[in-house]
Nanobody, 127 residues
Framework: QVQLVESGGASVQAGTSLRLSCTAS????????MGWFRQGSGKEREGVACISWSGTTTEYRDSVKGRFTISRDNARNTLHLEMNSLKPEDTAMYYC????????????????????WGQGTQVTVSS
């Protein structure tokens, strides 16, 4: 059973940075696409950034391009999201997720392709 645990969420001022981390246990995720998703209050869950199992392919939603960076350390079964120049509209619960199938990358960073989810970590950005 795959378990994903996020950490690093906090309440911060606009313009500052945060680094989210996700640690996987139960099954090695070296062959799985992983992603970060977020859900603001009263909003739909949306893909923030996704990364292929090899780390060679990444995707970002337009609103975070140039500010967020997704990375993974397969040796440590961890996923990170470096978030810079945070804005109030980045406020949300952030979730780590792993693809339901190994050895593939489906473009679009769509939540429907991800079968394993963490409990989330809250990011609140105040102006």
């Amino acid at each position: 059973q795959v378990q994903l645990v996020e950490s690093g969420g906090a309440s911060v001022q606009a313009g500052t940075s945060l680094r989210l981390s996700c640690t996987a246990s139960g099954v090695g995720l070296v062959r799985y696409t992983m992603g970060w998703f977020r859900q603001g209050s009263g909003k739909e869950r949306e893909g923030v950034a996704c990364i292929s199992w090899s780390g060679t392919t990444t995707e970002y939603r337009d609103s975070v391009k140039g500010r967020f960076t997704i990375s993974r350390d397969n040796a440590r079964n961890t996923l990170h999201l470096e978030m810079n120049s945070l804005k109030p509209e980045d406020t949300a619960m952030y979730y780590c997720a792993a693809d339901g199938l190994s050895s593939r990358y489906v473009s679009g960073c769509n939540a429907r392709n991800f079968a394993y989810w963490g409990q989330g970590t809250q990011v609140t950005v105040s102006s």
